[in-house]
């Protein structure tokens, strides 16, 4: 990998004080996704697990001391086995200058990148349209070069990955970190960026001006008409009218129960209900749309019929709205319980738990066990698993793992001869089976203290047809 020697420029290098220990912690080290992005790509480029998982011990123990990052690297002190602390670094590819003339342009595009940036986010869709563009923002594994002075041959060594891994807590925290080991510092940046939109808005305001002057650019209109002006320029448009107001809560509809029939068949109650429904979707689409990152959000996926009717039935969870559900999808009602409660952690990803068993590749779940084991504690026996395609049963305390095809892990719990979803899920199977194991009144009080949290906890709506489920 050839690499260009880092050349800091004057107010371009950044120090970080020690961060404090967090012995015991399970908390993951990166909760943003850049930072999860930072720390797949080191563990893509390991050649050693093992090695790994000492480097988050180390970390997570408060032994990497002052962080100094500057355009294409990281240094800092790393306390290992002997008094003297060995010195870690990890060296980052940076970018070009046409690079960065393309990945500017795009951030200049909209003010909302810049307006992200400075509130420590990193916009998805920028990323997405970098890569696109052949800039890649994000590093991967080839991008990233972890070296020690300590003697072990490890890619990374200990140290070196103690280092990677409390960068993904700067990164979490500032994404102009990022931005800086791929080689410009934040000043530098921001005073590129108002260069650029400066000279936009001078062209811009040419642009409108000569078309003011040359007259009627479109059949039929007049001359100094604003709405021709802005077509003929197509540079730049009025802007649109603020949103509304989001209402405290979604509405109820009309009260439709003592209302005569219109004709056979109509259910009042029915009616009703999917008016409430339909209100109560509309809220969250408001809520989604009115959201600092409502530009980068994916748009929903359309619900099958059974997975409308579950949302619908986790949403709405009278006893009439259950018995009726239940009775028209042809699913026993400790079905449906067990859907309902599948989707309230989890949405369409944890009900495809419930209902289906796939395999997982091998090594996918020998990198889970073998993480599983290295973060169990060492005064504590890993109980005995018995694994059968994406389910791990744990022996004798009627509790179970799945994994899910989006990357977490679902807790079961085994009820008379039944399993049933237990909790949220995890990335990290030793957590979910930390406190699948819990005693049975924690978990339950836990279980009670979410759903007083969030009664329904449901996922962004889609926003498909009522459901036939509830269909007269």
Not at 237 to 262: F, I, M, N, S, W
Not at 312 to 334: E, F, K, M, Y
Request: proline share 11%.
């Amino acid at each position: 990998m050839t690499r260009r020697a880092a050349q800091p420029r004057k107010g371009a290098v950044r120090t970080f004080e020690a961060l404090p220990p967090a012995k015991g912690s399970r908390a993951p080290f990166a909760q943003s996704w850049w930072g999860c992005e930072w720390l797949r790509a080191l563990e893509e480029s390991s050649l050693d697990s093992g090695r790994l998982q000492r480097g988050r011990t180390y970390a997570r123990g408060g032994a990497v001391g002052q962080v100094t990052v500057a355009p294409g690297l990281a240094t800092a002190p790393v306390q290992g086995s002997r008094r003297t602390p060995y010195r870690a670094t990890v060296r980052v590819e940076q970018l070009t200058d046409r690079q960065w003339d393309q990945l500017l342009d795009m951030i200049a595009q909209r003010a909302a990148n810049i307006a992200a940036l400075l509130d420590s986010e990193m916009p998805a869709g920028l990323a997405d349209d970098a890569a696109a563009a052949g800039v890649p923002l994000l590093p991967g594994p080839r991008d990233l070069d972890p070296q020690c002075s300590c003697p072990d041959w490890g890619y990374p060594c200990k140290h070196a990955a103690a280092l990677c891994y409390q960068l993904a807590r700067l990164l979490d925290r500032d994404p102009f970190v990022l931005l800086l080991l791929r080689g410009r510092a934040e000043q530098e940046l921001m005073d590129e960026l108002a260069r650029r939109n400066t000279a936009r808005a001078a062209a811009d305001a040419a642009a409108h001006a000569a078309t003011t002057e040359a007259g009627p650019a479109v059949p039929g209109a007049r001359a100094g008409d604003p709405a021709a002006a802005a077509f003929a320029s197509r540079t730049k448009l009025p802007p649109l009218p603020a949103p509304p107001p989001l209402p405290e809560r979604p509405g109820r509809g009309p009260a439709l129960v003592d209302t005569p029939v219109p004709e056979a068949g109509v259910d009042p109650a029915t009616l009703e209900l999917l008016a409430a429904d339909a209100a109560t979707r509309a809220h969250h689409l408001l809520a989604a749309a009115l959201g600092a990152r409502h530009a980068d959000t994916a748009p929903p996926v359309p619900l099958t019929e059974w997975q409308d009717a579950v949302r619908l039935a986790a949403t709405h969870p009278t006893p009439q709205v259950l018995t009726r559900i239940s009775s028209n999808c042809g699913r026993t009602p400790g079905e449906l319980a067990a859907a309902t409660r599948a989707w309230r952690y989890g949405g369409t990803a944890s009900l495809e738990v419930l209902d289906e068993a796939w395999t997982p590749p091998a090594a996918v779940l020998e990198r889970a066990r073998t993480a599983m084991k290295d973060d169990w504690p060492e005064d504590t026996p890993l109980p005995r698993l018995r694994t059968w395609r994406n389910r791990w049963t744990i022996e004798g305390h009627g509790a179970q793992l799945r994994y899910g095809r989006d990357g977490r892990w679902y807790p079961y719990a085994k009820d008379g001869t039944t399993w049933s979803p237990a909790g949220p899920p995890d990335p990290d199977p030793a957590i979910v089976l930390t406190t699948l194991l819990q005693p049975q009144d924690t978990r339950t009080l836990q279980h009670s203290e979410d759903q007083q949290t969030d009664p329904v906890r449901t996922p962004r709506a889609p926003d498909p047809a009522p459901s036939r489920a509830v269909r007269p």
